[in-house]
């Protein structure tokens, strides 16, 4: 049981004990119910603390029960809170650290609250894409207020607690205690002191009225559509509020299961609740124990001070780790040192930096031109041309000076990780660290795992990646690693369909209205044309039979290689982003189809979407088969958080799933026969074709 009870004096304790944040799993339950029945049947016991052991409160619902049916077994929730208020014997919550979700509901289902400063109170579930599910929509508007409370259930922040008691009219904290060290004390003193005062208070009875509540709720269903676009929860938090001042207690709490059981089924929530797991399922790596020991890492280096050198290097500074930079000539040195200090100098204005933040971050950068200087970081990054031969000099100079133990990594976003290990002495030390542009500001790290890598380098990169706020996912080594071999077809089907009938505008339009951050057009203007240009010539050697639109080589021939030229696919005026489509480009197009002899023909939106997602699915499929990726759930994580693939769809193979792997597959057979596409690649991976069959998923 992971609930303790013990007897102090005229009152019980029950304190959770289900580390690390008394998540309410089924045996927490058991053991508050079974504690109150105790208290109550003690003739001894006048009243009764309930509190959490550990760093804790409560956090709420305990993640390892999620979607298993232990979550609902009796007593739930609900019933718990229920037997609380239903004690003959006053409760008393004693909250402290954390008390979110489920946890500040059954709190606000005891009789007395006393809180200690600094607690982290919250109810997270519309991050979910859910609503409270167990009373707090109709409970924390009677003891907070309708506003503050509303405030709290639709952005699902944490409010500290000594803010909240300083609510006017709150009834949220009874008492604040002096400080956590004495909270226990004060809970024990202050249930010594309510233990005959009848009847017992229920936040259930207390009124919830807004003087002005039609105009409010309609101020508030404004602001909130406003805000959550694509996500029906935050308005689904209004209608709850308001149901709590508009209907009775029990009347309410129906509204709120019913909005509450809807919402689990949404496509939306769905999304969330597979990205929340997601994102904790990716730090995991199969075969690398969670107790693997990590190297300890002080002090970096990164070699070159490029677009990507210093956007790493500034992650690094931000997190309060030193660096130092290195390049072959000073004024690459001062160019770079001066764009980390001019992208500096621009957060300080904005205000989103302080002066004082900002001299103490560069005062953690140093620069040298001597590999010399490198040889007591504890890592390396290196960020020079994308070339083999540079890299193997600048490996092989790492061998000789990096001390023994050091991690050494490379950016690169095409070469073979193994080939680049085989450089030094110590491959077992050498792994990918792939960032994406610009490295300061994208969440994505594909961590590369080399055919050589130690498991305890693995398990130290995705430990320090934790500490510079990275989401990292594990790649097999192969060409283009997880995001960039799925976009290589992605990007074709967006070639075919210029050459089908499309214009790059009607693409660009169709993918962003299913939600992508930019088409795929607009996304080559900003990453620049000319790279996929330099990796097509390379495919049509090594791959001739391999299908490509000539449509894009045409335009960079032009020298039109995106935002960098001011001109690409669209026209750019300089100092801003906005795609203005271009006639000679869209003339451009046509003539190569005419060339080709083909009749253009009207494309639908929704093939336009299709052609492109289930291009990504069918590669993914194969990177999952090929173990480059080890779970479906960590290709979901690149593209969402490198990609711009819309969260409420939870990325591409979560949408697939949730489309039906059977109906991808039927689209894909369709997309075979048509003549102007690829019928070599729609032929459903082996996987894919296994899943839909069996009428299984990937997630
Ligand atoms: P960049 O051209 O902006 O910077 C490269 C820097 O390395 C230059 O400042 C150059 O002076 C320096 N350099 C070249 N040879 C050197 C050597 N032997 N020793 C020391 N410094 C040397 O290139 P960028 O874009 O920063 O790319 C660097 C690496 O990052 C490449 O491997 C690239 O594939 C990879 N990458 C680039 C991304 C991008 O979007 N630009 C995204 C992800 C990875």
């Not at 790493?312 to 130092?324: S, T, Y």
């Not at 130690?454 to 995705?462: C, E, P, R, S």
């Not at 339009?509 to 992508?516: T, V």
């Amino acid at each position: 049981m992971t609930a303790k009870y013990e007897v102090h004096g005229s009152v019980a304790v029950i304190t959770m004990n289900n580390p690390p944040v008394n998540g309410l799993g089924h045996s927490t339950r058991v053991g508050i119910t079974d504690g109150l029945q105790k208290a109550n049947a003690d003739a001894a016991v006048k009243s009764i603390v309930l509190t959490g052991g550990g760093k804790a409160f409560s956090g709420g619902a305990d993640i390892k029960e999620f979607g298993s049916p232990k979550a609902l077994a009796e007593p739930n929730l609900l019933s718990v809170i229920l037997a609380v208020e239903n004690s003959s014997k006053p409760v008393v919550a004693a909250v402290h650290s954390v008390c979110m979700g489920g946890g500040l509901e059954l709190a606000l289902g005891c009789h007395y609250r006393i809180a200690a400063p600094g607690c982290s109170v919250a109810l997270p579930e519309v991050k979910l894409g859910l609503i409270p599910g167990a009373g707090g929509t109709q409970r924390l508007p009677r003891a907070l207020g309708v506003e503050p409370a509303l405030n709290m259930i639709v952005s699902g922040e944490p409010v500290k607690s000594e803010l909240l008691a300083q609510i006017p009219g709150q009834k949220l904290f009874d008492k604040m205690a002096a400080s956590a060290e004495s909270l226990a004390e004060e809970a024990l003193a202050y249930a010594q002191a309510v233990s005959d005062t009848r009847p017992l208070p229920l936040v259930r009875n207390l009124p919830c009225k807004h003087p002005n509540g039609d105009a409010y709720f309609q101020f508030a269903r404004n602001m909130v559509k406003g805000m959550a676009k694509n996500f029906p929860a935050p308005g689904k938090c209004v209608d709850a509020v308001e149901s709590a001042t508009k209907k009775k207690f029990d009347d309410g709490m129906a509204f709120e299961r019913e909005i509450f059981t809807a919402l689990m089924f949404t496509p939306e929530s769905r999304a969330l609740r597979h990205i929340f797991m997601a994102e904790r399922a990716a730090s995991k790596i199969p075969d690398v124990p969670e107790d693997t020991p990590k190297r300890d890492i002080q002090s970096i280096a990164v070699i070159g001070a490029g677009t990507m050198g210093g956007g790493i290097a500034m992650n690094f500074l931000n997190a309060g780790i030193p660096v130092k930079m290195l390049e072959m000539k000073q004024e690459a040195l001062d160019k770079g040192l001066a764009t980390i200090r001019k992208n500096y100098e621009a957060q300080v204005k904005k205000g989103k930096l302080k002066q004082d933040k900002y001299e103490q971050r560069m005062g953690l950068l140093s620069t040298t031109l001597s590999y010399d200087d490198l040889k007591d970081a504890d890592m390396v990054i290196e960020a020079v041309f994308e070339e083999m031969g540079v890299k193997e000099k600048v490996f092989k100079e790492l061998d000789r000076v990096m001390k023994p133990g050091a991690i050494l990594a490379s950016n690169t976003s095409t070469l073979d990780v193994n080939k680049i290990a085989s450089f030094t002495k110590r491959p077992q030390d050498v792994v990918g660290m792939h960032f994406f542009s610009p490295a300061n500001v994208m969440k994505l790290l594909e961590v590369i795992r080399g055919e050589k890598t130690a498991k305890d380098v693995l398990a130290t990169v995705m430990a320090v990646s934790k500490k510079i706020r990275k989401t990292a996912v594990v790649s097999g080594v192969c060409d283009g690693f997880i995001g960039n071999r799925m976009i290589e077809q992605y990007g074709r089907q967006g070639g075919f369909l210029l050459d089908e009938g499309c214009t790059p505008a009607q693409v660009d339009k169709a993918m962003e209205k299913f939600g992508m951050a930019m088409g795929p057009f607009r996304m080559g203007d900003l990453a620049g044309n000319d790279i996929g240009w330099a990796i097509r010539k390379r495919r049509y050697q090594e791959k001739p039979d391999m299908k490509y639109s000539k449509t894009a080589d045409l335009l960079c021939e032009k020298g039109r290689f995106g935002q960098k030229t001011g001109a690409g696919w669209y026209d750019y005026v300089p100092g801003k982003r906005d795609a203005i489509p271009n006639a000679d480009v869209v003339k451009m197009i046509e003539d190569h189809r005419a060339s080709l002899g083909i009749t253009p023909r009207k494309i639908s939106d929704e093939e336009i979407v299709q052609r492109l997602v289930y291009a990504l699915v069918n590669e993914a499929a194969h990177i999952l088969e090929e173990g480059i990726a080890s779970k479906a759930s960590d290709i979901d994580m690149v593209y969402l958080m490198g990609y711009g693939f819309p969260i409420y769809r939870g990325g591409p193979m979560n949408y697939a799933d949730q489309v039906g792997l059977f109906n991808v597959v039927q689209s894909m057979k369709r997309f075979a026969q048509n003549p102007l596409d690829d019928a070599k690649f729609w032929q459903p991976a082996p996987l894919l074709a296994r899943l839909a069959a069996e009428g299984k998923t990937f997630n």
